[in-house]
């Protein structure tokens, strides 16, 4: 993925590395996000779970945590996000006033208050190399135990969770952790790719492993201190940690990524390219045979325009003749890439370029389609598996929370009301069975479902048998059109043809209806029959 040769290890003159799984990866990422969110998107954000999830998903910018997840999914084979309640207060200034006299307030002045800067759930993308676990465990609810390395430093554990661990003065007295660090490991391997990690040697660095089990948790430091050993804090009463694959193995925890599907083709596709441009630098800067006793001056550079070599023996300088082999070879690197497009299951068309001949635009849909299958594969696997399972830690968090809160409730702002919604404990109690709304080849294919939707709208409006306010909506949100209840108007009310009479006012005067079409007959309506 990082693109990195080993230059000592690698035979080529040329040392070029084709980003071709970096350009898999990068292109894979976005639609697969793209289809998560439209999923959430069609969900009805009118029951308080639903405003509340997507509030939280705001409130944690998943977005983001998503796209560093799906990168390590992609990478290693498998992601693991830690949903947890995060607290956190902040000092910021605000204007206060200076005096309250009888009740009035007087001036202002600005003071430095605590303000509360996050008080909802979170979740953070652990590094696999950070991550351990029962070696029999198919899946995080089946193992045994679950075991999270965290780097910090002394002085963290004091800011932070100076109320949660205890035997911390033992700890003042160790000197810093000089354990693995796969940060480090990294930078070392992809050196100048990377920038250097910077070396404290005033902060004492602090390995903290936080041992999981459902009803239990073990907090031990630089593997020696105890400082943390109780019962789940959590009401779930689960291991906090959420599993995401894309291509499960059969009876294994760890999936496989892009980079273990290309891992060798990526490695004939480089050598093909280097040997190809080798070959090329090699008939442009020609090799030459020289006669021992011909006297050529070998200082002077033998190929170079105007060049004039004096020897005592015409035949004493000879060209060295090299094949032309790049015909070949681009033909060989087009069979590579096809290999690892087949092998991944994104083609060319998937990447949005054009095809190599000329396609109807049905054609190309169709073919798009096809090549979202695999795509359906994973987002279902997604969807089913690591999003359900944060839905569930994320309101079971609330359950927990909103009670300690100020009035016992959570007051908030979803994009799109205007109204602040408040949930109270009672609103979101209860288990809750979590089901996607829809299928991911729809947030996939949003071209053709637009198109579709276009071709679709006059006929079926036409033929009487749909709403047209609530077809129209379905219209416009295939085009992610924003504030649509502001663009609809709601419906005229229907006039009454009967006005009743008031008293002293004569009756309200016929209506007659003649026949506009075959077949129908005249009606006669009036105020006092109809």
């Not at 910018?61 to 999914?73: E, F, I, R, V």
């Amino acid at each position: 993925y990082r693109n990195f040769i080993e230059d000592k290890e690698y035979p080529w003159r040329s040392k070029l590395f084709i980003p071709y799984t970096f350009s898999i990866i990068e292109t894979v990422i976005p639609r697969i996000i793209r289809a998560i969110f439209n999923e959430f998107d069609d969900v009805d954000v009118n029951q308080p779970v639903e405003k509340l999830l997507r509030y939280a998903r705001s409130r944690m910018d998943l977005y983001t945590k998503l796209h560093t997840a799906l990168k390590d999914c992609l990478i290693y084979g498998t992601f693991i996000l830690k949903p947890f309640w995060r607290e956190e207060t902040r000092k910021r200034y605000e204007l206060r006033p200076f005096a309250n006299i009888f009740g009035r307030e007087i001036g202002n002045r600005k003071t430095k208050i605590d303000a509360t800067f996050y008080d909802d759930p979170d979740c953070a993308v652990i590094d696999p190399y950070d991550f351990y676990l029962d070696s029999k465990a198919l899946d995080i609810d089946d193992a045994g135990f679950c075991i999270h390395r965290i780097k910090t430093t002394q002085a963290e554990i004091k800011r932070n969770k100076a109320n949660v661990y205890k035997n911390l003065d033992k700890l003042e007295e160790m000197d810093s952790y000089p354990g693995e660090d796969t940060m480090r490991d990294r930078t070392d391997t992809t050196k100048d790719y990377s920038p250097q990690e910077y070396v404290d040697s005033f902060t004492k660095k602090v390995e903290l492993l936080e041992y999981w089990e459902n009803d239990r948790v073990i907090t031990v430091a630089n593997r020696q201190i105890v400082l943390r050993d109780e019962e789940n804090p959590y009401w779930h009463l689960q291991k906090p940690f959420i599993k995401g694959v894309i291509c499960p193995v059969p009876h294994e925890f760890w999936g496989i990524g892009i980079v273990e599907m290309t891992e060798s083709l990526q490695h004939e596709l480089n050598d093909i390219r280097n040997m190809r441009m080798d070959n090329v630098n090699i008939i442009i800067n020609r090799m030459w045979v020289v006669e021992k006793s011909a006297d050529v001056e070998m200082r002077d550079p033998m190929s170079y325009p105007s060049a004039v070599h004096l020897t005592n023996d015409i035949n004493g300088i000879k060209q060295l003749e090299t094949q032309d082999v790049t015909q070949s070879a681009y033909l060989e690197e087009d069979r590579v890439k096809f290999d690892m497009q087949t092998a991944t299951g994104i083609y060319d068309y998937a990447k949005g370029m054009a095809p190599a001949r000329k396609e109807t635009a049905t054609a190309v849909l169709s073919l798009q389609g096809e090549a979202n299958k695999r795509f359906e594969g994973m987002i279902e696997l997604l969807l089913r598996g690591g999003i359900r399972k944060l839905n569930e830690f994320t309101i079971s968090l609330y359950q927990q929370f909103i009670p300690g809160m100020e009035n016992q409730m959570k007051e908030f702002t979803i994009a799109g009301d205007e109204m602040p919604t408040i949930i109270k404990p009672e609103d979101i109690a209860g288990i809750y069975n979590y089901e996607m709304s829809g299928t991911p080849v729809e947030g996939l294919s949003m071209l053709a479902r637009q198109q579709y939707m276009v071709q679709l709208y006059m006929p079926v409006l036409q033929s009487g048998t749909v709403d047209p306010i609530a077809w129209t909506r379905e219209l416009l949100k295939v085009y992610k059109f924003r504030g649509i209840d502001k663009i609809i108007r709601p419906p005229a009310p229907v006039a009454s043809p009967f006005t009743p009479a008031q008293p002293g006012t004569q009756p309200a005067p016929s209506l007659q209806t003649g026949a506009t079409e075959q077949g129908n007959i005249p009606l006669t309506m009036s105020g006092e029959n109809i």
